[in-house]
């Protein structure tokens, strides 16, 4: 008889969820016909219904690293970039992110066979991908970001930026800092990943910057800082950033993914100071914003903006190279944010006298190394 | 099908003679059947994109087969037998698709947007809208648009050639491509699995193996092909082979737990293979990649792009033809297993368990190396910062859906490639995450794994008067 | 008392093995049936057909004289049997209460409801495959749909034919109700209110929450079961004076609880026939008892049982009725007044049984194996010999007895190689085979039949076949270059398993699944299959059952016949009373005596193997010291 007692239930409660149901049914019944009579027109029409609604509109792919697209960093700079030309200028943006190095062909050719207008490649990890795909369909345009082709290809522009130009400034500010906070042993420090050369640059022009400091100011702001080797170990980043405190370094500039991100951590956890990498990382790093006096910024959202403007105005610099510096807004120093009123006015006007004293061309921020 | 129908008895009275000529048979069917293989692979290609077709061109031959062979009894215990151990898999790819759906559905902002401006139907329109585009696409980029295939098919013979053939079969192709290394890798979990190994470092050989061959690929020149491929393959899979000797040797000798081992060793992979990779074996500074290998030492491709179907899938096919052969055909196999499944028995029967262990972690490495040789030689043609894809964790899960027997670890391979290679296309069409695909694959796992939950929510009948097979996974973390 | 079982001419075939030939037997309510057998049988598949765990190939059963049909065990419990395996189906994690209950949820609906539920899913299914793909207008996915519902049809009725779908339960009611209402909402919002081409889709979302719906569903229906679950089981632990705490956790309690809880959870489900299969296999003495107790009471409210065991005390306790069975037939039917002990051996054997071995004077031979001074440690580094002699002639067998743990284990381990000696030596045949790998000594023509016959001496997952080459495989005839012969095998295999006697349906089934005397006589086969010149068998027949323990004995005293030397190492003083020849005591690592075996008693042995000197030391002295000096030297 327990039996029927379950059936009863089920039955019941069935027919209690079907009630219920039509009970919810008039309700929205009246609403799209009372409230939304404009969303009508715009509703799927189809399942396909999220392919482009207007023929015509450029389509751009986007095809990530190995990071993703949330990585806070490269892919998710570019995809902003994106995001901006979709809203502004009405193109129809769509990324994949690859998994590993086998998939970057793979993933290109995706776009590719789907008759995209431009395919954006995030990371030199992608250069020779790019290349080797951008003949086989030359009706589409690729732009390749920290990439470079020799020999150029004609349907392909490389986007490369100075970071060295907003790194060197920053070195400055990083050694004005330290000698303000601590006048007995300034030291200033960076938590690096790979030793690679896009890294290096970063590096090289904030040493620069350093000395450049220490040359105006005859202070002798020391620099100390490791490259870890990796780009995604924060917890070695943390350790490492902890010894080069201990060893008296007062801002630690973190450059390289989690890596670098560790670096600032550490520094965070001593209540001392950070300088961020690649984008404003003020928003991507909610718990150490507030120690973060800037960020070196590859303006990534810029550039691939710029490149998808020129391509929708007709002036798409195919076979050449877009490259960001602190003129066109392709890298650039980060707002202060919570230290816009500590960091003494004087030092301001210095830092954005080398920034006017570089695109001027005035100032060497010592990259390439001789 | 008539024909296949005979095959089982072909097959054992070809199994029957001795080693030499089955082997001067096998070459001899690869030269006779080479020439005809760009034709062979497209069929292939075809026969997957246009499976409902070919699933009724099965039914309907066996039918026929059936009218001689006793009729539908006959057919029908074809069928279970065939079947049956399908119908668990099956249901357990179909639900986890299923709740798939549910994530896609029901993780996008907007569709929590409109329900919130639109009401709840709203919301749920364009849930299902999202997921029906998602679906839509993982299936085309991996299955292919069977009404496309169709209409390429009427234009074969028109002004562009196979072009538009090609076209439509892309997505069987990248199935079959992404396969390849997880079949390589899954058969050497699985080979260490039956030896009561757990080799956790495939991923650190499949390093190896790829590094190896492709630097055999690059840095010989003027070889012919016959010569340079062979020897890069080669090459590759002994590295592989031996950097997991290393594990299994000190099993043997000191008894250092071989999980240890070779997570350990795969750290050492890793950051070898970058310090390589951006240091001496660097193209240029800064690129982070060694060059490409020399055109003798490409693992050919069967058509032309974006069809980029390679040997070696082919070859994927072979070892696991051998590594069945090697496991349950030959003395070293029976050794091999018998250490696995218990290693004091091993040791009564005279076997040497020491040697067996070493003797299993290396093949084990060849086969894992062989999935980074594939990767190197046919797709990547170098070898550059970031390769590791994780086919060699993949690979674990594969050798327990395949039972860690070649034809499972085969057909679950089939599986994760045609995931895989759906997965990209999912993305930039609909925009759902490629790791929606990793939560289907888990779910599969998970319900092979335990296939008690998929018989309850089917209520499917428990398998009963069956032999219990009894599948030799690894003896545990404390073996 | 009435009839409330009767079986008529069961029989089951496995491939190669007849296990119950034309069985019958009738059960009487309220009396306790007891069927008697060698591991073997037949006693458990017959119990496993009642069950419903196997269909019989021939023969029917009537329950209160209606012919029924089971077809597994919702069958059965349907029809009032329930059965208590020898290996409890509890759950340790959970609670008595949730034991017994797990498993009785209402599942069965009628077959058209099934395949109602079935197509209409998988038409939505298709449809929205369709929908998918190409179909542009309303008409063309009408087309579909019925394409859809016709192929679904099709595959269905093709997986319930061929056997894949339950008889019994598919799909739930709920489901399909929900479903149905879903789809029904959906579709009276799209077509009727707002003809939108998302049909399909909406359709299968309808499933999907269908399915989502249907755990939680089945989570409020076992805590309802549960309530009503717990205040039954406890009227029923007093009716029928089962004392269990329905909230005990299964982990924590006693192997004799677990029984109990088995056995209500039979009652649970309305059992009148209980099935114990070899219940007291895993019970103390006292806890046997106990189930005697319980078994007499619920026989005397009504309840039938039937008691399978090999112990023929027992039998004669409890039984009303007794059946044995050998071989799958019936070969006796009695009653404890009846009957003797020794008259059901013989019923179970098939012939009379004698524990006393049947064997002629030994004519011993050259010596084959001879052990001087050896030393060796146990596992944990231990000296576990310390420093033993003993020679074994060809044609004689030597029985080494002792108390377990005085050395014996690792004196098999380090003659067979598997274990190093740290000191002494040992020659087999004249060779020096101290410290010698395993296969050298098996090569010499040694035979080892391991004391943990599971541990060491099979591979308990690998078939019958490959388990008789374990110790040859690599040699012709097995092999053949580097591959095995697995016709050859297969050949050799079914030989020597019908010479043997090794009862297995198939030589391809794993070994597991065979008794424990057929596992031994897998490893008897194997071992005896080879030219062998010594033979070191270590507990030989631990743990089997009569019949089993005779074959073995018998041989072993063949193989000594045969001329071959023969070590039994054995803790059962009968056993080594029974082959021996002479018999070497073995005491904390060392011989402490070697005497005949027709000039000793079972008291003057037992006092050696506890160590103690007797009386005639210097006499046994004398004799060992005399035997010794017999050995030719070289």
Request: glycine share 10%.
């Amino acid at each position: 008889m327990k039996k029927w007692i379950f059936v009863t239930l089920v039955v019941l409660l069935a027919a209690s969820m079907v009630l219920a149901g039509c009970g919810a049914t008039p309700e929205p019944e009246v609403e799209p016909t009372a409230t939304q009579p404009a969303a009508q027109p715009t509703e799927p029409t189809a399942p396909e219904a999220t392919e482009p609604p207007a023929a015509g509109a450029l389509k751009v792919g986007m095809v990530s690293d190995v990071g993703g697209i949330d990585d806070a960093s490269f892919n998710q700079n570019t995809w902003e970039g994106l995001q901006r030309a979709q809203e502004e200028l009405g193109i129809q943006a769509q990324f994949i992110e690859s998994q590993a190095q086998a998939d970057y062909e793979k993933n290109i050719t995706e776009f590719a066979e789907q008759d995209y207008d431009l395919v954006f490649t995030v990371g030199f990890l992608l250069n020779d991908a790019t290349a080797k795909m951008a003949p086989e369909y030359p009706d589409v345009y690729f732009a390749g970001i920290d990439q470079w082709y020799d020999p150029a290809i004609p349907n392909a522009v490389a986007i490369t930026f100075n970071v060295d130009e907003a790194a060197f400034p920053i070195g400055y500010l990083a050694a004005g800092w330290a000698v303000l906070q601590d006048p007995d042993d300034p030291q200033i420090g960076y938590v690096a990943g790979m030793q690679i050369p896009p890294v290096e640059q970063f590096i090289v022009a904030y040493e620069a910057g350093a000395a450049y400091y220490n040359e105006q100011k005859g202070t002798d702001v020391q620099v100390k800082g490791v490259y870890v080797g990796d780009f995604e170990a924060p917890d070695q980043g943390k350790i490492q950033g902890q010894s080069l405190i201990d060893e008296g370094v007062d801002i630690i500039f973190g450059v390289g993914g989690k890596t670098g991100n560790g670096g600032i951590a550490a520094a965070k956890e001593n209540g001392l100071w950070g300088i961020g990498v690649d984008v404003d990382q003020y928003f991507t790093l909610p718990n150490e914003k507030d120690i973060l006096i800037t960020s070196c910024m590859k303006r990534l959202d810029n550039a691939v903006f710029g490149v998808t403007e020129a391509l929708v105005n007709g002036e798409f610099p195919a076979g050449g190279i877009y490259v960001g510096t602190l003129e066109n807004g392709g890298v650039g120093l980060a707002p202060y944010h919570d230290f816009e009123g500590e960091i003494p006015a004087e030092l301001d006007a210095e830092v954005q006298a080398i920034v006017q004293g570089i695109i001027a061309g005035e100032i060497g921020t010592g990259w390439p190394v001789q | 099908m008539a024909e296949q129908e005979k095959r089982p008895g072909l097959i054992r009275r070809i199994g029957a003679q001795p080693l030499w000529v089955r082997m001067l048979l096998f070459v001899a069917l690869i030269v006779i059947v080479a020439p005809f293989s760009k034709w062979l692979i497209l069929l292939l290609l075809l026969a997957i994109g246009l499976w409902p077709v070919t699933l009724l061109l099965g039914l309907a031959g066996l039918a026929v087969a059936s009218i001689w062979r006793g009729g539908w009894p006959w057919m029908k215990d074809w069928l279970r037998r065939r079947l049956r151990g399908l119908v668990v898999p099956a249901l357990s790819v179909v639900t986890a698709l299923i709740i798939g759906g549910l994530v896609i559905m029901f993780t996008d902002q907007a569709v929590f947007q409109a329900m919130q401006e639109g009401g709840i139907l709203e919301g749920i329109r364009l849930a299902f809208a999202n997921l029906a585009t998602a679906y839509k696409a993982l299936y085309e980029g991996s299955l292919g648009n069977p009404r496309a295939i169709v209409e390429a098919l009427g234009q074969v013979g028109g002004e562009e050639g196979l072009g538009p053939l090609l076209r439509v079969v892309r997505g069987p192709s990248d199935s079959l491509v992404q396969s390849v290394p997880y079949i390589f890798a899954g058969l050497a979990v699985a080979l260490g699995f039956r030896a009561g190994l757990f080799n956790i470092g495939a991923e650190g050989q499949i390093g190896i193996g790829w590094l190896v061959a492709v630097v055999v690929g690059y840095s010989l020149t003027g070889l012919p092909a016959v010569v340079h491929l062979p020897l890069a393959i080669l090459a590759g899979a002994v590295a592989g082979g031996l950097w997991a000797a290393i594990a299994g040797f000190l099993k043997a000798r000191t008894g250092a737990h071989e999980v240890i081992t070779t997570i350990m060793l795969n750290y050492v992979t890793f950051r070898l293979s970058a310090w390589l990779l951006c240091g001496p074996l660097e193209l240029t500074q800064g690129t982070c990649r060694t060059q490409e290998i020399a055109e003798s030492a490409y693992l050919p491709w069967f058509l032309e792009r974006p069809v980029t179907i390679h040997w070696g899938f082919v070859l994927a096919l072979i070892a696991a033809v051998l590594t069945g052969w090697f496991l349950f055909r030959t003395t070293w196999g029976f050794e091999l297993r018998t250490v696995g499944a218990n290693p004091s028995a091993a040791r009564y029967g005279g076997m040497r368990v020491g040697k067996t262990f070493v003797l299993a972690m290396f093949l084990s490495g060849c086969l894992a190396g062989l999935a980074g040789v594939s990767q190197g030689l046919g797709i990547t043609r170098n070898i550059a910062l970031g390769f590791q894809a994780g086919y060699g964790f993949d690979s674990i899960a594969l050798a327990l859906l395949g039972k860690s027997h070649p034809v499972g670890v085969v057909g679950a391979s089939l599986l994760f490639g045609v995931l895989r290679a759906g997965a990209g296309r999912m993305q930039s069409v609909a925009g759902v995450p490629t790791e929606i695909v990793q939560i289907v694959q888990s779910l599969v796992i998970i319900f092979i794994a335990a296939p008690a939950i998929i018989r309850a929510i089917y209520r499917l009948r428990k398998p009963r008067e069956e032999e219990l097979e009894v599948a030799v996974f690894s003896r545990g973390w404390g073996a | 008392m009435t009839r409330i079982l009767e079986a008529r001419n069961i029989t089951k075939r496995f491939p190669g093995v007849l296990a119950n030939d034309r069985v019958g037997f009738t059960l009487k309510e309220g009396e306790i049936l007891a069927f008697l057998g060698e591991n073997g049988a037949g006693k458990s598949t017959l119990m496993n057909i009642l069950y419903g765990l196997y269909t019989q190939d021939e023969g029917e059963i009537e329950i209160r004289g209606q012919p029924v049909e089971i077809q597994d065990p919702n069958d059965a419990i349907a029809l009032g049997i329930g059965m208590v395996h020898q290996h409890f189906q509890l759950v340790p994690v959970f609670t008595v209460a949730e034991n017994i209950v797990m498993g009785t949820e209402p599942t069965r609906f009628s077959f058209s409801w099934r395949l109602l539920g079935w197509l209409g899913g998988v038409a939505a299914l298709l449809f929205f495959l369709g929908g998918l793909f190409a179909f542009e207008n309303l008409s063309q996915w009408l087309l579909a749909a019925l394409a859809g519902g016709i192929a679904t049809a099709a595959l269905y009725g093709l997986l319930i034919l061929l056997g894949f779908l339950s008889r019994r339960l598919t799909f739930r009611l709920y489901f399909l109700l929900v479903a149905a209402a879903s789809v029904a909402l959906l579709l009276i919002r799209g077509f009727v209110l707002d003809p939108s081409p998302q049909i399909p889709l909406l359709v299968f979302g309808g499933l999907l929450f269908a399915a989502a719906s249907y755990p939680a569903m089945r989570v409020l229906a076992t805590a309802l079961d549960r309530y009503v679950a717990g205040r039954r089981i406890r009227t029923l632990s007093k009716q029928y004076g089962l004392a269990v705490d329905p909230d005990a956790l299964i982990a924590d309690l006693p192997v004799g609880v677990q029984q109990r809880v088995e056995i209500l959870k039979t009652l649970y489900r309305e059992a009148q026939i209980l099935i114990l299969d070899e219940p007291t296999a895993v019970l103390t003495p006292q806890e046997t008892d106990e189930l005697f107790e319980i078994m007499r009471g619920l026989v005397a409210q009504g309840k039938s049982i039937i008691f399978i065991t090999h112990k023929l005390k027992e039998v004669m306790t409890i039984a009303d009725r007794i059946i044995v069975l050998r071989d799958g037939r019936v070969t006796g039917e009695t009653s404890p007044e009846e009957t003797s002990e020794a008259e059901l051996a013989e019923m179970m054997v098939g012939r009379e049984v004698d524990l006393v071995v049947d064997k002629g004077k030994a004519s011993p031979g050259e010596v084959v194996l001879e052990v001087a001074n050896l030393t060796a440690e146990d596992q944990r580094h231990q000296p576990a010999l310390r420093g033993v002699d003993l020679f074994v002639r060809a044609g004689e067998v030597l029985g080494v007895a002792g108390v377990q743990g005085n050395g014996q284990t690792e004196l098999v381990e380090v003659l067979t190689g598997l274990q190093p000696a740290t000191g002494g030596t040992v020659r087999i045949l004249g060779h020096d085979v101290t410290n010698a790998s395993p296969r050298t000594v098996t090569e010499l023509g040694v035979a080892h039949i391991p004391e943990d016959r599971q541990e060491d001496g099979l591979v308990l997952s690998f078939p019958v076949a490959d388990n008789l080459m374990l110790c040859n495989y690599y040699e012709p005839p097995f092999a053949r270059g580097p591959e095995i012969r697995f016709d050859r095998l297969y050949e050799y295999a079914e030989r020597v398993v019908a010479e043997f006697d090794v009862r297995t349906p198939s030589i391809a089934i794993p070994t597991q699944n065979l008794s424990g005397g057929n596992q031994q006589k897998v490893i008897v086969a194997r071992e005896f299959s080879r030219p062998i010149k010594l033979l070191i068998a270590a507990q030989p027949t631990r743990g089997l059952d009569v019949g089993s323990i005779e074959y073995i004995h018998r041989r072993l005293i063949q193989k000594r016949d045969e001329g071959v030397a023969v070590l039994l190492v054995s803790v059962e003083l009968d056993e080594i009373m029974a082959l021996s020849d002479r018999i070497a005591v073995m005491y904390e690592g060392q011989i402490v005596g070697t005497v005949d075996a027709d000039k000793i008693t079972r008291e003057e042995l037992g006092l050696l193997m506890a160590g103690a000197r007797p009386k005639e030391e210097a006499s046994q002295e004398a004799d060992v010291q005399e035997t010794k000096g017999g050995i030719p030297v070289g």
